[in-house]
């Protein structure tokens, strides 16, 4: 890792960054200086363009933009194969079993599960691709719900109607494919691990009807709240103390499922602002699962007991939104022809101090305060749970934090800052906490936006040691196979890079299968192709109006 030589004399206000001065560190942070005072004073943030990865000429370009956002982003100017000592083809030991490589996988549903919670031809097909894109950690897949009241959509994969042993069946397929296709491209799978990501989806529930919202909430939200049509006294959709507890119990009976199945390790998922991310924020819930860190951490603690108790030799692991910024919507005054505003901060200042974020200083919520994070890994750590993989916000209500983007899903608003910055929060966050935590293992998301210079960042930031595994999500969905061709050295194909369209995100929140439309034939040639052109258009045409004064 690149330590600094001397300590920052005046840190930056922005704890994930290394600038030195408040005059340095506004130069580089003026999207989010600007963010944070227009958002005090109501005013709209100023127009940004920001260049698109695919047009910049050679690297030393890409290099240089890099450096104004960030100076201590490290990128190689060659990709390294494999066979030339690449950083990202060192194997790593995770508690005794030594994965092959530091590219990892992200979990990535699509909606396209049966409603009983088995895989489809769809969901076969992905995680074949999975097995074939080379890495050596595959974290989870995709989301696994734990019981049924719990998916976010009907075709979510689960335990449905309490049928285990139905489920068992439909993840024993999907891992077998996984590790047939992994085996019969690359020679061997035993040094790839493979983990169930489990979860139950909180807030943003729909387990009978994709358009139709059944939360389960763990406290009420000021901002959220009237986002998703929840009655500030509506208490029906709170969970009581007792259905914790039984949901305790049935993550830990889907660990002991993913184990009999042949999972390498559980995720219990803390992330993108569903149930377990909630309780990282449930300061103003009363009870044994609210109020004090401690008890905001009960619900994993004890889920990890339980887990030790009936599994041993499991190994656990935790995917988590290590930092938060409250709601975001689209500016109003800017939207029209046939697109949202950009992004702008839902207006938090009436709730100061911001008591509903994880990671996120609550008297300046769009600042970054590692604090909360690092205690909670610290604490996993000495549960002997140092697997992490660490994502950020919510893809609900701040979609340009964990999944920045050029283009928007179509009922989203636009970038509001370069998705150069995303990439980078999220990089220079991870690398906090490993400097924190040296002893748990990381992953980093949010690589997809760099396209062709994925490979090339990737393996300078694994070998700076500012995270143990470069996690590729979108990117895998168009070009699985990128990180096989990196190791082989091979020549990126440049025309299946992801572009970030966003159409696996559209498609979904239309009801429709998720993939990758525009690059992947299979879902180019499915009948749902068309299908998403035309809720498209119906929505472009529904935003074709004159913008607010
Ligand atoms: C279609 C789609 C489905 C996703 N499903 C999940 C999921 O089931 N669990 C999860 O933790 N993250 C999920 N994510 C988030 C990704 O794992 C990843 O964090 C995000 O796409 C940013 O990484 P990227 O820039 O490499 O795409 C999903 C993302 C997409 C685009
Ligand atoms: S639809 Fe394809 S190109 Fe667009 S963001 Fe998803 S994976 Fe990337």
Known sequence: MTQRENPPVFPCIFPACDNFSPKVAFKHHRLEFCTIFLSYSGRAMAE??????????????????????????????????????????????IGGFVVGNRWCVQPMEGWDGTTGGQPTE?????????????????????????????????????????????????????????????????????????????????????????????????????????????????????????????????????????????????DLKHCHGYLGHEFLSARTRPGPFGGSLENRTRFVREIIQGIRAKCPGLRIAVRLSAFDYPPFKPDPARGGAGKLGPGIPENFTDFLPYRWGFGCNP?????????EPIALVRMLSNLDVRLLNISCGSPYYNPHLPRPASFPPSDGYQPPEDPLCGVARQIGVVRQLKQACPDSVFVGSGYSYLQEYLPQVA???????????????????????????????????????????????????NGLISGCYPLDDHYKNAAEHDELKEKKSELRKSLTVVPEK
């Open 122 to 266: 769809h969901t076969l097909r992905r995680w074949r691709h999975f097995g074939l894109s080379g890495c050596k950690l595959v974290w989870g897949g995709e989301a696994f719900a734990v019981q049924a009241d719990g998916r976010a959509n009907p075709n979510q994969l689960g335990i449905i109607d309490g049928d285990e042993s139905r489920a068992e069946k439909g993840v024993v397929q999907l891992l077998r494919t996984l590790r047939d296709s992994h085996r019969e491209k690359f020679g061997n799978a035993d040094d790839l691990l493979v983990g169930l990501q489990l979860t139950h989806s909180g807030r943003f529930c729909r387990p009978r009807d994709k358009k139709q919202l059944e939360p389960k909430i763990l406290y009420h939200h000021p901002l959220l709240d009237p986002k998703l049509g929840i009655e500030p006294d509506d208490d029906s959709v709170l969970i009581s103390d007792d259905y914790i507890r039984a949901l305790i119990d049935r993550y830990i009976r889907a660990a002991a499922l993913a184990q009999r199945a042949g999972f390498g390790f559980v």
């Open 363 to 371: 008297d300046h919520p769009l600042e970054i305060d590692l604090t």
């Open 48 to 93: 940004e363009t920001f260049q698109k990865i695919g047009h910049f000429k050679e690297t030393a370009a890409f290099i240089g933009r890099l450096a104004q956002i960030r100076p201590n982003l490290p990128c190689d100017s060659k990709v390294l194969s494999a066979a030339e000592g690449s950083p990202l083809a060192q194997p790593i030991d």
């Open 459 to 509: 393996q300078a930031v694994v070998r700076a040691g500012s995270t143990d595994f470069v996690g590729v999500g979108r990117m895998i969905l168009a070009y699985w196979d990128l990180p096989a061709d990196t190791l082989a050295g091979n020549p990126l194909q440049t025309k299946r890079l992801c572009r970030t369209f966003s159409d696996c995100t559209t498609a979904p929140r």
